[in-house]
């Protein structure tokens, strides 16, 4: 579910919240276009300051790659710092705006944070306490930022944040055809080329020809235009290498990350897999820090605060907009300014159930849930019983046809809605389901897959598919998920499948879901072969993905899945 990764809704409700200038007194308050800071390396860092003459106070920092976001927050930014009492500095990452320096998406925001924070602790206007928060780009510079951590950094707020190397560019190792759009998005120009970004016409045209031509994905660039230098270093490192693990922090680091963090994301956000990496490494690592997190029924723009009445044609539970981009205030105001503790965030996981329209608040995502169901895949079926017998499905996915996918209409990388009249099935994808429910079921946390299968080829780029099949026909969207089978093991190495052996996988880096499943609705599970225009395309070589072409399809991959192969899913009883 490819959706268009903008953040401009937590400022948004900032704005709409704090912008009646006619009551609000901020005469004291001046806005600093363009000042610039010097790193030792010799980049230069472009920011926007609003500050209070008169006292000192906390300082919000937004750590921004889109430029244009504060040309919107200088509007009303004065108003927001006046109704909120916070300075605020919006910092572009290196090379934008009115940085002399090339434009590197994610490459030096961890080194450049320390410099940044370093001078807003020494301004006269600054009381020496910083937080952060912001979404998307924003919530990955956040974590960035604490990589080398500033003692005047008190808190960070990531909102739905990208994984570098992680859910961004690639999801658990499958490179996503939207990098190419959103590169030229942030690199053309030192603001943001919303021109190319949103002329859906020419992507889909781009799209439309490497797919139907069966290009290699490395030459993805040079179909729309011309060679890319960041698209083609990002291809160069398919694995979650050291170019990658350099960006954020990395094992011991999270120990010593000892400010409280409120991590925000939703079950229908893109980089919802990002966001929750980076709150399982800071357990893992560092497994007595304060770390908090609210997630919820919202998608990527939601999710940074600004809730709506339906989340991809889905009607929002009123419980749910009980979070909103005034909340995180609240939160700075709980840290930096000693007030109490946001209502809604009651303890380390909160979660609101979807279709229950109730919150949880639990100590552990262990604790999401209190039992779990497994099914187990036979016949389109899922049942709970285990086969008696052991028994396999042949599946066949000749990655040559390119039919099933329309290449006209609506943009190739979108998914406008999860609710829809039926499933479109795809022939690539197998598809299972329960028996009407006899009783409502609480979906509560990711569901795991374990695989056990035999195929003919050395690697595989798996798409799996949970639907919500309600009683009246109706199909609801959980989540979809991709997976490269070599990479299941370790991101950092890639351990290729032995052709026509029975193979044992399992796959548990999927969505978080918690929905109330009404009694009478079934549940639908997919599981198959990417061969869409969104991803990547794997052909099954063992060699470089980014290389491979149609030729390299002659032989089409067989399946053959066995019944012992289950989900399983994570519940409230």
Known sequence: MIRYKLLFAFLLFSLNSFSQESSINNDSYVAEDSVVINTKDGGTICMLVIRNNNIKQPCILWYDIYADSSLALKEGGKAIAAMSGYAFVMANTRGKKCSINDINPFEKD?????????????????????GMTGGSYLGFSQWATVKHLHPSLKTIVPQVSVGAGIDYPMQNGVFMSYMLRWIHFVTNNKLTDFKTFVDTTSWNATLRKWYSGGYSFGSLDSLEGKPNK??????SHPLYDDYW?????????????????????????DDQLGAMYYYNQFKKYNPNGEHYLLIGPYDHSNAQGYV?????????????????????????DYILKDSSKPELIKDKVNFEMTGENKWYH????????????KFYLDDGKLIQTKPSFVKYHSQQVDLKKRDFIKLSGED????????????VKNPDVLYYYTMPLEKDLLL????????TFMINKKDVDFVLDLYEQTSDGKIIGLSETMQRASMIQDKSVRHLLQPRKLLHLKIDKTFIMCKKINKGSRLVFGIGVNNSPAWQINYGTGGDVSREDIKDAKTPFVIKWSNESAVTFKIIK
Do not use: H
């Open 110 to 130: 961890a080194d450049d944070a320390y410099y940044i924070i370093d001078w807003i602790s020494k301004q006269p206007w600054c009381n020496g306490k910083v």
């Open 308 to 332: 709506k009445d339906t989340i991809l044609g889905l009607v929002t539970d009123s419980a749910a907009k009980n979070y909103s981009g005034e909340m995180v205030f609240k939160w700075f």
């Open 362 to 373: 639990v100590s552990s995502l262990e604790k999401m849930s209190n039992a779990s169901l």
């Open 412 to 423: 190739l990388a979108a998914f406008p809605t999860i609710v829809m009249d039926s499933i």
């Open 444 to 451: 509560s946390g990711n569901f795991t897959s374990d695989l």
């Open 245 to 269: 693990k350099k960006m954020t922090p990395q094992q011991s680091e999270f120990s010593k990350i000892n400010i409280p963090i409120l991590t925000i994301t939703g079950y229908w956000d």
């Open 230 to 235: 960041i698209f083609r270093r990002w291809l």
